[in-house]
């Protein structure tokens, strides 16, 4: 009989994107957890994207930080929670007395959690008197906000996620929704079967796994939507598809507006010629979008992260105020959010430009409101240094301390050596973190264990503002704490009242009690509401149910929220107006050179997140891209000297990296495209942060990643390698290597560029094999340069070895199924010693569908044999594509692509 186990479920949400999916775990006998989509949770309503599936395989104590850590001239000690946190207290205090509260900053992240934000957030605005706390939201979404809050008054969504569904058109700006929100991408999929008049246009400059699906891709070159979107506002207009009425009663600013518009691109022609897309293609999408009511825009990434990012936002946002297309179901300009509460961090006032519950800085009612609830001796009344300013601030020795919470900047940030170099120049800096070694930890002189995903319990906002409750369902590990906890203990030892919270429930009811203090239409009113969720006790807490603000009770105490904003036309400016804003177009603010003749576009891949200090402990993700890399386009790898399969070194003017060049097909030419992942922990010189350029955008203080002048080069090499080993290798004396997790071992992919005179002896000495008598297989060929080994014991793979002066080298994801093996066969050794497997089908090639483990030479070779046609026959025959459908992009790529060949073989 099978017994349902749905009721010892732990209900939480995903660690990851801001579709914020609800997660089940459920106690499996051996004491995991198994890990599957909440049905009941109306983001994903059960569904969960391949990093959600594998939350499970991310949980483990390997390489966690769990004692606080004090760092002398010997290195990191271990100290007590007292000592460490009375250590920043002193240092603090000093620092302050002598050189004021904004010689201190906060550095925080969307992964925090909101009770977590709250805490951070009080304690530096209305403590510590100063705004010198950002988050890494700046990084992806301040655009957004920025954009909002010019258009509507308030950092407002309108929309949710059913008008994705309800739309007749989704247009899709600076987002490959595909890979990066894949769950919304399928709810938009499924919408889309079900009614195939429904159309879905992306705009992108590249050709990415969204674009494979799409009616139509509108190729935009990189930082000139401002000009496509204008260019739309002047054509509405132009042929009278407008809501005068709409305009006239509930915004302001129109004509300014349009004749900013008009002064550039009332002429479709000049657009497309600026825009570099097929002028037939962009009049298709201004005719759809002029004759498409029910239109959701909605943006991300592509968008925001431009030093006009926040104009970008207010020309979509233009757009869908002339039709008065907002307010309505399945229309209106949606920003999703890139981190898991990044939204919550906007409710608390995590930015250095925002004051908690939705308030402003610069404004004296707000500042009071706040401050008398909070009691507080001081109030921040000016904006703090923003992400990029701080860590200039930190560098010139203004900023005498910096503590960061749960993100890595030394990786993630732009001109990323700048902030090491900040970092090492800073008085103290305190790192609060899950993981011992992080790019940024190494930089921490006190290091404070926190609370991790699955350990961790309180509450986070998703893109459509549904505030969730992520719960523990695992034990804390040795002596890690709660963030908010870490904050209040902390403010304790400064000497300030106001952070004795009984838990997260209180610091969550304090939240939402601020967001409804003399929040009335008499007062000083604010849209964020979630006063309905004052007073909740803690079971009421920790069974709360997924719920979107605003919400509050009505008279009869019944529990109201809306949906959708701005049914009424009513906006949060003090005139209930939403403004029309005007939106000059300017390019990059680097042009490309002689120097540095390409574009370099950054961003993410579909199974890592952000510097892989969690996703890169999965093997399962580890199996869809192993190594950072460049794309570009075929001409530009000619013209720089590069070719597909070799490295290649990227420069910039702020900094240099190391990718593997690859032809993606989508890269138009003059730009080159890098993923945000690898940090100096899973690769020797891999991190792009290094290389992109600190510019930010006026508004938001957004740095521009979507555009930096590079050159790309060769990485001369002498040899390449791999190794698959149980135990880690160091790498200090390779050129260039790579980490990627394995089953039960670590893959190492190599370059070297020193010369090896005796193989064998090296290889060993590489592996700590020193013993003659080991079980060590092993072929040479000395004239090619040619050397492979493999290390046995107990009959079974322990490490093995591969060199070639050239990259043909044997598939790793054969080698990586021989590590399953409780014993090798004669037939493996025999294809280990030959270099390839002697079964057939035993190369399944590189992983396309990471739920089901389906490799690209497994798809291929069924596609052939079984003669399919379709994704949905691959998926009958293989399974592949068949869960979170997300490898659904690839699969329709290779099915064409491998049935083309075959054709073309026939004749
Ligand atoms: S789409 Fe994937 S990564 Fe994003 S929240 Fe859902 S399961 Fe997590």
Not at 299 to 312: E, F, H, I, R, W
Not at 326 to 340: A, C, E, H, L
Not at 723 to 752: C, K, M, P
Request: glycine share 8%.
């Amino acid at each position: 009989m099978n017994l349902s186990t749905d009721h010892l479920a732990i209900r939480t949400t995903c660690a990851y994107c801001g579709v914020g999916c609800g997660v089940q775990a459920t106690p499996r006998d051996d004491g995991t957890f198994a890990i599957a989509g909440d049905k009941l949770h109306p983001a994903n309503k059960g569904r969960l994207c391949v990093k959600g599936s594998t939350l499970g395989e991310t949980v483990g104590l390997e390489g966690r930080l769990l004692y606080p850590q004090v760092r002398d001239a010997d290195g990191l000690h271990r100290v007590s929670w007292d000592d460490a946190l009375g250590k920043v207290a002193d240092a603090w205090k000093d620092i302050i007395a002598e050189h004021g509260p904004d010689a201190v900053a906060l550095y925080v992240s969307g992964q925090l959690l909101t009770e977590d934000y709250y805490v951070a957030n009080k304690l530096m605005k209305g403590y510590i008197g100063s705004a010198n706390i950002d988050t890494n939201s700046r990084l992806c979404m301040s655009s957004a906000v920025a954009g909002y809050k010019r258009a509507f008054g308030e950092d407002l969504v309108p929309v949710c996620y059913d008008d994705l569904e309800l739309a007749d058109m989704v247009v899709l700006v600076g987002s490959n929704t595909a890979w990066c929100h894949p769950i919304l991408f399928q709810r938009i999929l499924k919408a889309k079967e079900a009614r195939p008049e429904m159309k879905l246009v992306v705009i992108d400059p590249r050709r990415t796994a969204t674009c494979e699906l799409a009616d139509l891709h509108l190729p935009v070159k990189a930082g000139t939507d401002v000009w496509l979107f204008n260019g739309l506002l002047s054509y509405l207009s132009r042929i009278g598809a407008i809501d005068p009425r709409f305009i006239g009663e509930h915004t302001n600013g129109f004509d300014a507006a349009l004749n900013v518009a008009n002064a550039d691109c009332a002429d479709p022609a000049a657009v497309a010629k600026i825009c570099r897309i097929e002028l037939p293609l962009l009049l298709e999408f201004y005719e759809l979008f002029a004759a498409t009511a029910r239109t959701i825009t909605a943006y991300s990434m592509g968008v925001n992260q431009s030093s006009a990012g926040t104009d970008k936002a207010n020309a979509i946002i233009n757009c869908h105020l002339i039709g008065g297309r907002i307010g309505k179901p399945g229309m209106g300009p949606f920003s999703i959010t890139g981190q898991p509460n990044a939204m919550g961090g906007r409710e608390v006032g995590g930015l250095a430009n925002m004051l908690a519950a939705h308030m402003d800085l610069e404004r004296a009612e707000h500042r009071d409101v706040v401050q008398t609830f909070w009691e507080s001796p001081a109030i921040a009344d000016k904006g703090g240094l923003k992400a990029v300013d701080l860590f200039k601030a930190i560098e010139e020795g203004k900023v005498k301390s910096v503590w960061v919470i749960a993100t890595n900047p030394v990786v993630s940030m732009p001109d990323a050596d700048q902030v090491r170099r900040a970092l090492d120049k800073c008085e103290l800096v305190i790192s609060s973190d899950i993981m011992q070694d992080t790019d940024t930890t190494a930089y921490a002189d006190v290091l404070l264990p926190a609370l991790g995903w699955g350990e961790k319990d309180g509450t986070v906002t998703n893109s459509e503002r549904r505030i969730s409750r992520q719960r523990a369902f695992l034990q804390a590990p040795g002596e890690a704490l709660p963030d908010w906890q870490i904050l209040s203990l902390f403010a304790q030892r400064m000497g300030y009242s106001g952070f004795d919270f009984c838990g997260q429930h209180g610091v969550f009811d304090e939240h939402a009690r601020l967001s409804g203090f003399r929040n009335a239409v008499s007062d000083v009113p604010r849209a964020f509401d979630m006063s309905g969720l004052a007073g909740l006790n803690q079971r009421e807490y920790d069974d709360l149910e997924p719920a979107q603000w605003p919400v509050r009770r009505n008279a009869a105490g019944k529990l109201q929220t809306e949906v959708r904003l701005f049914k009424d036309g009513v906006f949060a400016h003090a005139d209930g107006k939403a403004r029309f804003i005007a939106t000059a177009p300017r390019l990059p603010r680097h042009a490309v050179s002689e120097d540095y003749p390409l574009s370099l576009n950054t961003g993410r891949v579909r199974d890592q997140w952000h510097t892989m200090t969690r996703t890169g402990k999965s093997a399962t993700l580890a199996d869809h891209i192993a190594e950072s890399f460049v794309d570009m386009h075929p001409q530009d790898a000619l013209l720089s000297g590069v070719k597909e399969g070799e490295l290649a070194r990227v420069t910039s003017e702020w900094g240099a990296m190391v990718a593997r060049v690859q032809h993606g097909g989508g890269i138009p030419r003059g730009s080159v495209f890098i993923p945000i992942h690898w940090s100096g922990q899973t690769a020797s010189d891999a991190r792009v942060g290094a290389v992109v350029n600190p510019v930010v955008d006026p508004v938001s203080g957004e740095p521009e990643f979507k555009h930096t002048p590079v050159r790309v080069e060769q990485f001369r090499v002498n040899w390449h390698g791999f190794i698959l080993s149980r135990d880690e290798v160091n790498l200090d004396s390779i050129a260039h290597w790579t980490r990627i997790q394995g089953r039960e071992f670590a893959r190492y992919e190599l370059a070297g560029r020193n010369t090896i005179k005796d193989h064998a002896a090296w290889a060993r000495a590489l592996l700590g094999v020193e013993d003659l008598d080991a079980d060590w297989l092993e072929y040479e060929d000395k004239t090619a340069g040619v050397y492979r080994a493999v290390h046995v014991v107990d009959d079974r793979i322990a490490q093995c070895i591969f060199l070639s002066p050239r990259q043909d080298m044997p598939s790793r994801a054969w080698l990586a199924s021989l590590f399953a093996r409780e014993q090798l066969s004669e037939i493996d050794r025999v294809g280990l010693l030959v270099g390839m497997p002697v079964e057939k089908g035993a190369d399944t090639g590189p992983t396309v569908c990471s739920c089901f483990g389906v490799g690209r030479n497994t798809i291929c070779n069924a596609i052939i044999e079984k003669d399919l046609k379709t994704v949905p026959e691959v998926t009958v025959c293989l399974k592949a594509g068949g869960n979170c459908g997300s490898c659904v992009p690839e699969i329709k790529k290779i099915l064409v692509q491998t049935r083309v060949e075959a054709e073309e073989a026939r004749l």
